[in-house]
């Protein structure tokens, strides 16, 4: 049996491929327009500084996209605002009361929130000391924050992150300096976290650096891919493997994304979604793939078309 997240669906079966790997498959026929798959929330993402007053920290709804009405959001921010105290440095926005009471309820955002003010601090604190201070930013604990609500927020997505592929060794073959780059991010968070924090952090930082690249999707404004948000992890939504001519396509609601079939298609077939631009030539596609998901693509478009 495979390990990795249930497909509680009766269209999609994960299974290996015969090439290698893992890949899901469609149960039985499956007509066109079907929603096959949704993953209901990333298990980790993160919204670019520079938009976070204006993308709705809950559903990433994005104040200054073309579809919301200019006279619903002044300028183009968001004006609802969770800024606990004592964590000046960070703050969250939201579309809607509801939107941020839902973010309250769950753990991870306030620990995010907890954790962005103290990186931030440390950061502060790193640039006015020089880099060759070896001093340790001090951090009062929080007493709100409890053991319980770490766990909570870790739950069991740990396990089911470390079953999607590692990437380390092809990333960091394909880009040298991307091993000091991770060391550094690892010595940086063993020196700015507070304790409370500090015990995830050997065991985590490397296992997440080895699957960020190439697991990520991007969240964009909207389907026509103008502004790029931020990005994040759906695990379930990295076993899709990719073709430039795909059956099924990717639609973000909210947190969710959904996957439905983009045509109609017969029980056995693998089930693909496109990781790049397919309207790009041949050439820019093969070397998008190959540079940040370090394969060759040999979809039978990629075939016909180099052959042209
Ligand atoms: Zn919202
Ligand atoms: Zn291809």
Redesign the pocket.
Known sequence: MLTGPNFESDYVELRTTQYGGRSLFAARDIPAGTRVHSSPGPFAHVIYKDYRREV?A????YAASDSVPVKAVQSRVWSIKCNPEGLQASAAW???E??KKTWEKDETGPLQLQLDAALTKALVASRRKGSKSTNTPSFGSSDDLTQDAIDQAWKNSWTHFLHIQNNELANVRERQHILSAHLRIYAFLCNALPRYLLQYTPTTVREVLARDTGNAFGIWDGDRRDEMLGWGIWISASYFNHSCSPNIRKIRQ?RALYFETSRAVSAGEELYISYVDTDQPVEQRQKDLESSWFFRCGCSRCNTESRA
């Open positions: 709705c809950q559903c990433f709804a939201f579309c809607s509801d939107c909210g």
